[in-house]
């Protein structure tokens, strides 16, 4: 095939990739089986001219600043999510018998995942590993979205990160690393209304 059959082919592939977005109404259409296809061959004829960099990345889902994307320039992943859900009791002990257990309410869910970081791959482990420990340590707590949704219905606080260096070169540069992070749930703080009482004082709710 000619280059300027290439072009004219990459220059219907875009036309078509934005006229499915307009017609679908969607905020993200690479998230539809429709978009996935278009997006996939508008990437593959973009590479064979060098242009895949310019291409909108493939958004996996994002935790703040952070976004999981998945490209042929750029690949930053998650792995092993998990999901741990609490609840929280009380122990009331009896002499001669087993203690009773008392159920108090649900307790905040615990999340964790990995994550691996490659120069090869688009990305700097050590400014990655930075970049997450800067949101443990501030205790900034944000929304995990994965594929375009609230993974839990409250935002969510790092409680610990621990880090590997998986490669090292001959120059003590870091080429390769991973991380497993853990997450909290960080309710909001309910809000307490104050009813006026009659006669005075008032009563907190």
């Given at each position: 095939?000619?280059?300027?059959?290439?072009?004219?082919?990459?220059?219907?592939?875009?036309?078509?990739?934005?006229?499915?977005?307009?017609?679908?109404?969607?905020?993200?259409?690479?998230?539809?089986?429709?978009?996935?296809?278009?997006?996939?061959?508008?990437?593959?004829?973009?590479?064979?001219?060098?242009?895949g960099g310019y291409l909108p990345q493939r958004q996996l889902g994002?935790?703040?600043?952070?976004?999981?994307?998945?490209?042929?320039?750029?690949?930053?992943?998650?792995?092993?999510?998990?999901?741990?859900?609490?609840?929280?009791?009380?122990?009331?002990?009896?002499?001669?018998?087993?203690?009773?257990?008392e159920f108090l309410g649900p307790d905040a869910d615990d999340i964790?995942?990995?994550?691996?970081?490659?120069?090869?791959?688009?990305?700097?482990?050590?400014?990655?590993?930075?970049?997450?420990?800067?949101?443990?340590?501030?205790?900034?707590?944000?929304?995990?979205?994965?594929?375009?949704?609230?993974?839990?219905?409250?935002?969510?606080?790092?409680?610990?990160?621990?880090?590997?260096?998986?490669?090292?070169?001959?120059?003590?540069?870091?080429?390769?690393?991973?991380?497993?992070?853990?997450?909290?749930?960080?309710?909001?703080?309910?809000?307490?209304?104050?009813?006026?009482?009659?006669?005075?004082?008032?009563n907190a709710n």
């Amino acid at each position: 095939m000619s280059n300027i059959s290439l072009f004219s082919k990459l220059g219907s592939t875009v036309a078509n990739y934005k006229k499915n977005l307009n017609s679908q109404g969607l905020k993200n259409l690479q998230n539809t089986q429709l978009g996935d296809v278009a997006y996939s061959r508008l990437s593959n004829l973009a590479d064979k001219f060098g242009l895949g960099g310019y291409l909108p990345q493939r958004q996996l889902g994002s935790f703040g600043k952070i976004v999981f994307v998945a490209s042929s320039h750029t690949v930053r992943t998650f792995d092993a999510l998990a999901r741990n859900i609490n609840a929280r009791t009380a122990s009331h002990e009896i002499i001669g018998q087993k203690p009773i257990l008392e159920f108090l309410g649900p307790d905040a869910d615990d999340i964790t995942f990995t994550m691996n970081f490659n120069k090869l791959l688009g990305v700097d482990p050590l400014k990655e590993i930075e970049e997450v420990s800067k949101m443990c340590r501030e205790g900034q707590a944000e929304q995990l979205i994965i594929n375009g949704k609230p993974f839990s219905e409250h935002k969510l606080l790092i409680t610990s990160i621990s880090a590997a260096m998986n490669t090292i070169d001959n120059r003590g540069n870091v080429l390769s690393a991973s991380i497993n992070v853990t997450l909290k749930e960080a309710p909001d703080i309910p809000k307490v209304v104050i009813i006026p009482k009659e006669g005075g004082g008032t009563n907190a709710n």
